[in-house]
């Protein structure tokens, strides 16, 4: 079946302006979760969704961050007022209970601010 | 102080070869071990995943785990060239959030 998506899958903004990027998990996947990596570095967690619920959002750097999942499916990652440290490519994993909690990773955003 | 740890690498080892991966993590109530492949580029791909003490084994790679010791590691049999790559190292509490080590990156020698 069909895996994660993501878009864009790449993304370049000046500095200052707003982002958004979506993610769209795999059908039937309860659980969501955002990740961002910076090069040459493991995935660090931003926030997680259970259905439309957002659980834990300790991951997020600051209030320019903001997670969605109205519907319980697709997700969008808003970024406000992008900063260069805000480069990175930024990771949509979903799991199920039924498949042990297993993530499965789409293909990544990566995002320059210029 | 980062909660999983793995050498940053390169391992470099011959075609054929038995390669070692190695992480330790600091939260004993991990539950749930997972080793992820990543190429340059490319996001991570699961590739094991362990959650019990012990041995577990799927085709070439066998992923071993020792909770009293916090110690998770992978061993690819019969190295290949496609198998260079780094090699992340997740930890988590029963569906929670990963914790990522830094990866090892691997180098098989043709």
């Known amino acids: 079946g069909a895996g994660v998506s993501q878009s864009p899958r790449y993304k370049v903004a000046k500095r200052g302006q707003d982002v958004a990027l979506r993610c769209d998990p795999i059908?039937?996947?309860?659980?969501l979760f955002w990740y961002q990596q910076a090069l040459g570095q493991g995935p660090e967690f931003l926030t997680y969704?259970?259905?439309?619920?957002?659980?834990?959002k300790s991951g997020l750097p600051s209030d320019r961050f903001f997670a969605e999942r109205p519907e319980g499916s697709v997700s969008t990652l808003k970024i406000q007022r992008t900063q260069q440290e805000d480069s990175a490519v930024y990771l949509c994993?979903?799991?199920?209970?039924?498949?042990?909690?297993?993530?499965?990773f789409g293909p990544g955003t990566r995002l320059t601010v210029t | 102080q980062k909660e999983v740890e793995q050498n940053s690498g390169p391992l470099s080892v011959p075609e054929g070869a038995i390669a070692s991966l190695n992480c330790t993590y600091s939260?004993?109530?991990?539950?749930?071990f997972f080793w992820y492949r990543q190429y340059s580029g490319k996001s991570p791909e699961l590739i094991m995943s362990?959650?019990?003490?012990g041995d577990k084994e799927d085709g070439r790679f066998t992923a071993q785990l020792n909770k009293a010791s916090q110690y998770v590691s992978l061993l690819i049999r019969d190295s290949q060239p496609s198998d260079s790559a780094t090699y992340l190292c997740?930890?988590?509490?029963?569906?929670?959030?990963?914790?990522f080590g830094g990866g090892t990156r691997l180098m098989v020698k043709p």
């Open positions: 939260d004993r109530g991990s539950q749930s």
């Open positions: 059908s039937g996947h309860v659980s």
């Open positions: 997740a930890v988590s509490a029963a569906g929670n959030m990963l914790t």
């Open positions: 362990i959650y019990s003490n």
């Open positions: 969704f259970q259905n439309e619920a957002q659980l834990d």
């Open positions: 994993a979903s799991s199920s209970p039924s498949s042990s909690y297993e993530q499965y």
